[in-house]
């Protein structure tokens, strides 16, 4: 354990630690350019550049998690500190998250690690000579550990991160449907299906019958309360798995995690709503390379400290000071 992270008082409790970030902090203001990423399947993938534009400079990809995107504010405090060590950063969107519909039926899911190494591979080609890593939060840091597992030293990354990670998507997908964590669960499901019914409508306008015929096939979408309603009806069917237990199993990061070759830290704490205690993996699970930093307190990619007054945030002090110490 990390014992340099001291949750603030003034946020008691998992709720107001993950709260935090979407409801009260102000936004940081940054400079980026966006780039337009073509796909082999016809899609795309919109990357936020951030940062010197030095050849040689110090490259992070940066995902974000479920509904969010490369505004969240998790990710812009991220690219904003490493900017002021003299690092450079490119925040992806996930398929249809920056704020233009993706073109394909399909979409993004927790275990899209063919998306991430598409990045990737055009990260090195286009930055050779910069040294490249990638931090993941939440389902980002789901998809980025399943990618580590599954490419062991052809991962293309230097070093990696990964912040409250889903490990076990079937456990957690009960876990989100517990308590004041159902409010987060109807959240998540009202995105969800909003944008699933968003892009019927515009294959509908655009005349695009065979994509909209796909989007049809999955039946009507109302009456899904629940991630096992979505992941069975949408998830499953759109990305090629045979239902929600099949997609979990193949999805879940936890089974990846002991051939990771790559130095990896994982930050997660015991109170994460999101996860139950027992989905975190034990130390035999992990490669010897990776060391997963476990905190008593720190909610979902949550962990504020300081004062009211001057809130701080633990992810962004510690991340880039340990990317550093792997360069």
Known sequence: MNTTFKPAWWLPGAHLQTLWNALCR???????????????????????????HDAKAPLVLVLHGL????????VLGL??????????????NWRGCSG??????????????????????????????APLYAVGYSLGGNVLL??????????????????????????CADRIGIGFSKVYQTHFMREMLAYVRDKQKRF????????????????????????????????????????ANDYYRRASSRYYLG????????????DD??????????????????????????GHVGFIEGSLVRPGYYLERRIPRWLAEQA
């Not at 690219?79 to 992806?92: H, I, P």
């Not at 399909?106 to 598409?118: C, K, N, P």
């Not at 597992?149 to 079937?170: H, I, K, N, W, Y």
């Not at 051939?259 to 015991?270: A, E, G, K, M, R």
Request: hydrophobic share 40%.
């Open 259 to 270: 051939t990771i070759q790559t130095p990896t830290l994982i930050i997660q704490s015991t």
């Open 67 to 74: 509904t969010g995107s490369s505004s969240s504010l998790y």
């Open 204 to 243: 509908k306008h655009e005349g695009q019958a065979e994509r909209l015929a796909t989007l049809e096939q999955l039946g009507p979408l109302d009456g899904m309360r629940t991630f096992w309603d979505f992941d069975g009806r949408v998830t499953a069917p759109l990305h090629g798995f045979a239902d």
């Open 79 to 92: 690219q904003q500190k490493l900017a002021a060590q003299g690092w450079a950063s490119v925040a992806l």
């Open 273 to 298: 709503p999101f996860v139950f205690r027992h989905s975190l993996p034990e130390t035999a699970e992990l490669a010897a390379c990776t060391t997963l930093e476990l905190h008593p307190r720190g």
């Open 146 to 171: 399943k990618h580590l597992g599954e490419t062991g030293a052809a991962c293309g990354l230097q070093a990696a991160v990964a912040v409250s990670v889903p490990f076990r998507l079937d456990q």
């Open 26 to 52: 102000r936004p940081p203001v940054l400079e980026r350019q966006r780039e337009r990423l073509w796909l082999a399947d016809g899609d795309f993938l919109d990357l936020d550049w951030h940062g010197p």
């Open 100 to 129: 233009e519909p993706n073109l394909l039926p399909r979409g993004y899911h927790s275990g899209v690690s063919e998306d991430l190494a598409a990045v990737i591979e055009h990260l090195r080609s286009a930055r050779p000579m």
